[in-house]
Structure formats: structure tokens, C-alpha cells
């Protein structure tokens, strides 16, 4: 569900014609909803009713910091993975203990800045990670909470590139090694261990991965318990798709994840946090581009559109779809035409769709890129000296631009040309 609709003939942003907005700042640009985040992040809170839980945004999927604020504000936890994104969700208003911070390459310096601004737990990865961790916390006169994450060598069945719960896999400790790793966890002066973390991929479209590495995490949990550890808390991660596609098979529901949590390690009392990024963002935003030619080929049509790979690179990625629509609805029974969808950087891997049908669209045509708020304008640059496009957030029927498109100037003076030259 999004708030992304059709009326009188116009693509409207909640109640605001996205005609109105490409208007005012300029295409290409995002543009997100906030009915959307909001309703998404409360179908995660719904699921979880009745448990003791916090649902904790994953920041790099949308890290705009008037996106984390209506989060925030909203009772949303955050997940980080580095210490700007800690930042971006302090800068949101979030407090620091309801920040989680995760990832496998956190430095010394990130540690310290987390643990003196305050944190609700670290996710280790790694057993240099953790023992850095301490000496960090002993020389603040701290104590970092911790859980371990562990990989549970199961397949999500997603994009090679987004899978991490693999053994082969760079995430996490090998379950395998769990007792050894906690045994030198509960060593180490610094640190207070508090649960289990795990996460096997991202864009996951069944449950039943999700149920295997659940039923490892429970299985774990009472060795562990078995052997002195506090395991009070259970890092569940997330990772639960959404269809690109209007016409590909519905991911399943939050609700039906959060019974499927309940039955796998609701009876072992332990607080669980969860993790989504994508099924909160995703739907709620999209990228608004405007045709400049229409070419043949000679085998086939190109709309070529001022949007390009440095703004949305996820097709040029992961050979992604996105659902590309007209802003202004077409008339009932127009006649489409298959066009290859591409943008102006000089590589061919800057194509967002190939023979994709659309109706007939001459140069001046807005398009929407639609479910492009996950992992979509966190990944932009500035690739061909391409400035970073505007982003909007809309609400009922206000408007305003969350992050601004920069000028050339600005981007010209970051750099800097030594003396001697």
C-alpha cells in the first residue's frame, strides 16, 4: 500500500498533484509520503502487540533525517551502521537508547562517540571487533552492551548481493563458534553481553528462511542461558521484501512474520527487536524524471529521461525493476509502446527498464519511478559531475524539500587545487 494514486487524471503525492512539485523544484527529484512510513511502521508494531519490542528502522535504507524525525516521533527505533547515520538519527531526535548499532568495520573512534552520546546495544560481529569494544569502554570507565551476531549458515533465497546469512558470507560469527565467542564476551571487562543478534538478507519473499535461522536463534538461546549468559534480548534482524511489480507474487505480511516470530521464540521471554528498512521506506517514495528525447533505434524505442544511474542505481545493481509510470494517467485503452527506459550517463548499464510497455510519451513527460524510497537516494553520487537531486516530503497537503539539490558551484568548491599547481 502507498498513498501514491491517480485522480482527475494526475499522479498525486497524498493530496498533492507530484505535477505541482516536479514544478516547484525541478526533476529529477524524490518525493515521499509521509502516511506511507507511518502506516508501514505501524503494521510492524501491530504484528508485535502483546510482546515486549522495539522496532528499530534500518537507516540505510531512507537516512534522511526528516524521515527518521516522523519515525522517531513515531516510536521507531534505529538501526546504524556507521557513525553518521548515529548522528542523522540523534539529529532526528532520537534518543541514544534506542539506537542500535551494527556492522562489521566499526572503529574505535565510532565506538567511542556511540558510547559517550549513549547506545542501546552494539551488534558485534567479530571477536577483534569485540575485544577493541572493551578496551574502548574500560578506557571511558563505560560498559558497552553487546549482542553477538551470529551467522546461521541459511540460504534467504534473494540477490547474491544482499544475501548475509550465509557461511560463506561476510556477516557474523559461524553459530557454530557461538559458545566460544560468548565464552570470551563474558571475559572481557568492557562488555555486558544481552542477547543474540542475527540478519540473513535483505528483499526476503518468504518466511521460511526467516523460521530456520529463528529456530537456530531459540536452539541457541538455551544452550547459552545453560551456561551463565544473560540472553534477554533477541536482535531478529529484517529483511521482509516488497513487490516492485504490481503483478508479482505479495512478500508476506508483517502480521504473518510476526506470528511466525511469536511461534519460533515467543516462549523464551526475551525482548525482541526487529530491524526493517525496506518495507517501511520502500513504498514511500518515488523518483519523479522527465522525458528530454524520444529516439529510435533501429530496433527499438528509447525514452531517454533526465533521471540516470547515480540517482537510482539499484537497476543497474541488482538488475532491479521498478514500476515506471506516467505522472499524467493515460487515457483508458491508449496504446502503449515498448520502450528501452535509459538515462544520460555515458555507460549502458545506465538503463532502468528494457521493452518495458508504457504509453506512447513525448519529451517534456513526467515518469514516476515507483517504491523507490529504500536504498535509492542513500545510494546516489555525483557520478558525470551530476548533482544529487531534491528530496520532498509530503504530508496530507504540505510539501517541502528535505534536502536540497546543490548547486555547481558547490559542488566545484569542495575541491580544491594544491599551490603548486
Same mark, same amino acid.
Given at each position: 500500500?502507498?498513498?501514491?494514486?491517480?485522480? $482527475?487524471?494526475?499522479?498525486?503525492?497524498?493530496?498533492?498533484?507530484?505535477?505541482?512539485?516536479?514544478?516547484?523544484?525541478?526533476?529529477?527529484?524524490?518525493?515521499?509520503?509521509?502516511?506511507?512510513?507511518?502506516?508501514?511502521?505501524?503494521?510492524?508494531?501491530?504484528?508485535?502487540?502483546?510482546?515486549?519490542?522495539?522496532?528499530?528502522?534500518?537507516?540505510?535504507?531512507?537516512?534522511?533525517?526528516?524521515?527518521?524525525?516522523?519515525?522517531?516521533?513515531?516510536?521507531?527505533?534505529? /538501526?546504524?551502521?556507521?557513525?553518521?547515520?548515529?548522528?542523522?538519527?540523534?539529529?532526528?531526535?532520537?534518543?541514544?537508547?534506542?539506537?542500535?548499532?551494527?556492522?562489521?568495520?566499526?572503529?574505535?573512534?565510532?565506538?567511542?562517540?556511540?558510547?559517550?552520546? +549513549?547506545?542501546?546495544?552494539?551488534?558485534?560481529?567479530?571477536?577483534?571487533?569485540?575485544?577493541?569494544?572493551?578496551?574502548?569502554?574500560?578506557?571511558?570507565?563505560?560498559?558497552?552492551?553487546?549482542?553477538?551476531?551470529?551467522?546461521? /549458515?541459511?540460504?534467504?533465497?534473494?540477490?547474491? #548481493?544482499?544475501?548475509? +546469512?550465509?557461511?560463506?558470507?561476510?556477516?557474523?560469527?559461524?553459530?557454530?563458534?557461538?559458545?566460544?565467542?560468548?565464552?570470551?564476551?563474558?571475559?572481557?571487562?568492557?562488555?555486558?553481553?544481552?542477547?543474540? /543478534?542475527?540478519?540473513?538478507?535483505?528483499?526476503?519473499?518468504?518466511?521460511?528462511?526467516?523460521?530456520?535461522?529463528?529456530?537456530?536463534?531459540?536452539?541457541?538461546?538455551?544452550?547459552?542461558?545453560?551456561?551463565?549468559?544473560?540472553?534477554?534480548?533477541?536482535?531478529?534482524?529484517?529483511?521482509?521484501?516488497?513487490?516492485?511489480?504490481?503483478?508479482? $507474487?505479495?512478500?508476506?505480511?508483517?502480521?504473518?512474520?510476526?506470528?511466525?516470530?511469536?511461534?519460533?521464540?515467543?516462549?523464551?521471554?526475551?525482548?525482541?527487536?526487529?530491524?526493517? +528498512?525496506?518495507?517501511?521506506? +520502500?513504498?514511500?517514495?518515488?523518483?519523479?524524471?522527465?522525458?528530454?528525447?524520444? #529516439?529510435?533505434?533501429?530496433?527499438?524505442?528509447?525514452?531517454?529521461?533526465?533521471?540516470?544511474?547515480?540517482?537510482?542505481?539499484?537497476?543497474?545493481?541488482?538488475?532491479?525493476?521498478?514500476?515506471?509510470?506516467?505522472?499524467?494517467?493515460?487515457?483508458?485503452?491508449?496504446?502503449?509502446?515498448?520502450?528501452?527506459?535509459?538515462?544520460?550517463?555515458?555507460?549502458?548499464?545506465?538503463?532502468?527498464?528494457?521493452?518495458?510497455?508504457?504509453?506512447?510519451?513525448?519529451?517534456?513527460?513526467?515518469?514516476?519511478?515507483?517504491?523507490?524510497?529504500?536504498?535509492?537516494?542513500?545510494?546516489?553520487?555525483?557520478? $558525470?559531475?551530476?548533482?544529487?537531486?531534491?528530496?520532498?516530503?509530503?504530508?496530507?497537503?504540505?510539501?517541502?524539500?528535505?534536502?536540497?539539490?546543490?548547486?555547481?558551484?558547490?559542488?566545484?568548491?569542495?575541491?580544491?587545487?594544491?599551490?603548486?599547481?
Amino acid at each position: 500500500m502507498d498513498h501514491f494514486l491517480y485522480r $482527475n487524471g494526475q499522479l498525486m503525492a497524498e493530496d498533492v498533484p507530484v505535477t505541482e512539485i516536479a514544478a516547484s523544484v525541478g526533476t529529477p527529484c524524490y518525493i515521499y509520503s509521509t502516511a506511507t512510513l507511518l502506516r508501514h511502521f505501524q503494521l510492524f508494531e501491530e504484528a508485535l502487540q502483546g510482546t515486549d519490542h522495539l522496532v528499530c528502522f534500518a537507516v540505510k535504507s531512507l537516512s534522511n533525517v526528516a524521515v527518521l524525525k516522523v519515525l522517531g516521533d513515531a516510536g521507531a527505533g534505529m /538501526d546504524v551502521v556507521s557513525i553518521g547515520e548515529y548522528k542523522r538519527a540523534r539529529a532526528a531526535g532520537v534518543a541514544g537508547e534506542r539506537i542500535v548499532f551494527s556492522g562489521i568495520g566499526k572503529t574505535r573512534a565510532e565506538m567511542r562517540e556511540a558510547l559517550e552520546g +549513549g547506545i542501546r546495544q552494539f551488534n558485534v560481529e567479530s571477536e577483534p571487533e569485540m575485544q577493541a569494544l572493551s578496551e574502548v569502554a574500560v578506557s571511558l570507565g563505560k560498559v558497552a552492551p553487546i549482542t553477538v551476531r551470529v551467522n546461521p /549458515d541459511v540460504d534467504a533465497k534473494t540477490h547474491a #548481493k544482499i544475501s548475509t +546469512g550465509k557461511k560463506e558470507d561476510k556477516f557474523g560469527i559461524p553459530i557454530s563458534r557461538a559458545r566460544e565467542v560468548y565464552a570470551l564476551a563474558a571475559s572481557l571487562p568492557g562488555l555486558k553481553v544481552v542477547g543474540i /543478534d542475527v540478519h540473513i538478507g535483505s528483499q526476503l519473499t518468504d518466511l521460511e528462511p526467516f523460521r530456520q535461522a529463528y529456530r537456530k536463534v531459540a536452539e541457541l538461546t538455551g544452550v547459552l542461558r545453560a551456561e551463565g549468559h544473560e540472553i534477554s534480548r533477541l536482535d531478529l534482524g529484517g529483511g521482509l521484501g516488497i513487490p516492485y511489480a504490481r503483478d508479482n $507474487n505479495a512478500p508476506p505480511l508483517p502480521i504473518e512474520y510476526g506470528a511466525m516470530v511469536r511461534e519460533e521464540v515467543g516462549h523464551l521471554g526475551c525482548e525482541i527487536e526487529i530491524e526493517p +528498512g525496506r518495507l517501511i521506506s +520502500g513504498n514511500s517514495g518515488i523518483l519523479v524524471s522527465e522525458v528530454i528525447y524520444v #529516439k529510435s533505434g533501429e530496433e527499438r524505442e528509447f525514452l531517454i529521461v533526465d533521471a540516470a544511474m547515480n540517482d537510482l542505481v539499484r537497476p543497474a545493481m541488482y538488475d532491479a525493476w521498478h514500476d515506471i509510470v506516467p505522472v499524467v494517467e493515460p487515457a483508458a485503452g491508449a496504446e502503449a509502446q515498448a520502450y528501452d527506459v535509459v538515462g544520460p550517463i555515458c555507460e549502458s548499464g545506465d538503463t532502468f527498464a528494457k521493452a518495458r510497455p508504457l504509453p506512447q510519451l513525448a519529451p517534456g513527460a513526467l515518469v514516476a519511478f515507483r517504491s523507490a524510497g529504500a536504498y535509492a537516494a542513500v545510494m546516489a553520487s555525483e557520478y $558525470n559531475s551530476r548533482p544529487l537531486v531534491p528530496e520532498v516530503l509530503v504530508q496530507g497537503h504540505q510539501f517541502a524539500v528535505i534536502r536540497r539539490r546543490p548547486t555547481f558551484d558547490e559542488m566545484i568548491n569542495r575541491d580544491t587545487i594544491p599551490e603548486w599547481l
